[in-house]
T-cell receptor, first 114, second 115 residues
Framework: SAVISQKPSRDICQRGTSLTIQCQVD?????MFWYRQQPGQSLTLIAT?????????ESGFVIDKFPISRPNLTFSTLTVSNMSPEDSSIYLC???????????FGPGTRLTVT | AQSVSQHNHHVILSEAASLELGCNYS??????LFWYVQYPGQHLQLLLK??????LVKGIKGFEAEFIKSKFSFNLRKPSVQWSDTAEYFC?????????????FGSGTQLTVLP
C-alpha cells in the first residue's frame, strides 16, 4: 500500500481566509480523492483528482470553493476558500488505482475555522 | 446512487465477547465492499475487502466479513474482541462497472471494548 502524507496536520483559521492542504504519495498513482469528515460524521467525497485532467466534483461541492490541483502523479492540493465555521472538518486525501478498487488514506488535516 | 447503512452507532462490549457489526447497502449491481477501521488518533486503515469469489472474507487482526447478496449485507464479525479493538469502523461500497472508483461510506460504528 502507498504511504501518504498530508500537510498541515491541523490548522486554526479565521473566517474568510483560505487554506491549501497538500497530499504527497510515495509512489505514482493515477487516482487521488479528497474527502471531508465533519465532526461526528462519516466521510463524504469532495472530488476525484486525476493527473492531466480537471477534478471531478461531487454534488454539493464546487470548484470555486474547493479548487484542486494535481500537477503530477505523486502530489495534489486541496484549497478550502473563503472559509466559514461550517468548513471545520477533517480533510483527507486517498489514493487508489491499478486494478484494485481499494483506497488508502492519508492521516488527514484537522481544520478549525473561527 | 448507492448508499450504505450502518445501524449500530455505538457498540460497547467486554473483552472476549463476540462482535457483529451490520452493514447494508443499496445498489442493485455488482459491488466491491470494504471495512475500514480508525483507531484513536490514527488514520483510516483497510481492514478487509470483498471483490468476488468466496463471500466469507478474512482480514487483519482476526476480523472477517460475510457478503450476503440477497440481503445486500456485508456484516463484520470477530469471535473474541480485545481492548485494542476499540475504534471506529466504517463500511464502504464501490459500485461497478465503470471507471469511477469512488467509495461511499456508512456513518460508522464506534466500538468500545471494556477491559
Amino acid at each position: 500500500s502507498a504511504v501518504i502524507s498530508q500537510k498541515p496536520s491541523r490548522d486554526i483559521c479565521q473566517r474568510g481566509t483560505s487554506l491549501t492542504i497538500q497530499c504527497q504519495v510515495d509512489s505514482q498513482v493515477t487516482m487521488m480523492f479528497w474527502y471531508r469528515q465533519q465532526p461526528g460524521q462519516s466521510l463524504t467525497l469532495i472530488a476525484t483528482a486525476n493527473q492531466g485532467s480537471e477534478a471531478t466534483y461531487e454534488s454539493g461541492f464546487v470548484i470555486d470553493k474547493f479548487p484542486i490541483s494535481r500537477p503530477n502523479l505523486t502530489f495534489s492540493t486541496l484549497t478550502v476558500s473563503n472559509m466559514s465555521p461550517e468548513d471545520s472538518s477533517i480533510y483527507l486525501c486517498s489514493v487508489g488505482g491499478g486494478t484494485s478498487y481499494e483506497q488508502y488514506f492519508g492521516p488527514g488535516t484537522r481544520l478549525t475555522v473561527t | 446512487a448507492q448508499s450504505v447503512s450502518q445501524h449500530n452507532h455505538h457498540v460497547i462490549l467486554s473483552e472476549a465477547a463476540s462482535l457483529e457489526l451490520g452493514c447494508n447497502y443499496s445498489y442493485g449491481g455488482t459491488v466491491n465492499l470494504f471495512w475500514y477501521v480508525q483507531y484513536p488518533g490514527q488514520h483510516l486503515q483497510l481492514l478487509l475487502k470483498y471483490f468476488s469469489g468466496d463471500p466469507l472474507v478474512k482480514g487483519i487482526k482476526g476480523f472477517e466479513a460475510e457478503f450476503i447478496k440477497s440481503k445486500f449485507s456485508f456484516n463484520l464479525r470477530k469471535p473474541s474482541v480485545q481492548w485494542s479493538d476499540t475504534a471506529e469502523y466504517f463500511c464502504a461500497v464501490n459500485a461497478r462497472p465503470g471507471s469511477a472508483r469512488q467509495l461511499t461510506f456508512g456513518s460508522g460504528t464506534q466500538l468500545t471494548v471494556l477491559p
